[in-house]
């Protein structure tokens, strides 16, 4: 069984929780305060991926980073990996909707699939969910809410 060491990083959207395994970054997601939640791991801020993961989320957050180089340890069905490496071609600063990712993935009329793996997304910005917009150009879902993805993107300076 694999270790999951994890840490909570306050950020200008919100606090992340950061997990990794000894093979990589394995998640950052949008903590939300609910009852009785268990949190699985070990807390463990000083494991090298969890510092080099605040390092250069920090460098993005100050507008000195648009790119990422980190291992990922994703678990996920071949088709959520297919989307997740899809948000990863996603440039810095531009957006892309559900069904361009679809086609991209090869499964054209597969948007609302491409919707369902965007959301279950493991690695938020990292693997730049925030970047997908609606058909009309709209902000849809988001983990972090949709407020925090506007923020994402003016950070960006992207236009859809």
């Not at 917009?133 to 972090?144: E, V, W």
Request: aromatic share 6%; proline share 5%; glycine share 10%.
């Amino acid at each position: 069984m694999t270790t999951t060491y994890y840490t909570l990083m306050d950020s200008p959207v919100g606090t992340l929780r950061l997990a990794a395994t000894d093979k990589g970054l394995a998640e950052i997601s949008f903590e939300r305060p609910r009852r009785g939640r268990q949190r699985t791991g070990i807390e463990n801020a000083r494991h090298p991926v969890l510092v080099e993961t605040e390092r250069q989320l920090r460098e993005y957050f100050a507008g000195r980073r648009q790119a990422f180089e980190l291992t990922l340890d994703l678990a996920g069905t071949p088709f959520q990996r297919s989307v997740w490496n899809a948000l990863l071609t996603i440039p810095f600063g531009e957006t892309r909707t559900y069904g361009e990712l679809a086609r991209q993935v090869g499964r054209p009329s597969a948007a609302r699939a491409v919707g369902a793996a965007n959301g279950q997304n493991p690695v938020a910005i990292v693997a730049p969910c925030h970047r997908v917009i609606g058909a009309s150009g709209d902000l849809t879902g988001f983990a972090g809410g949709l407020d925090a993805k506007a923020r994402l993107l003016r950070l960006e300076g992207a236009r859809s």
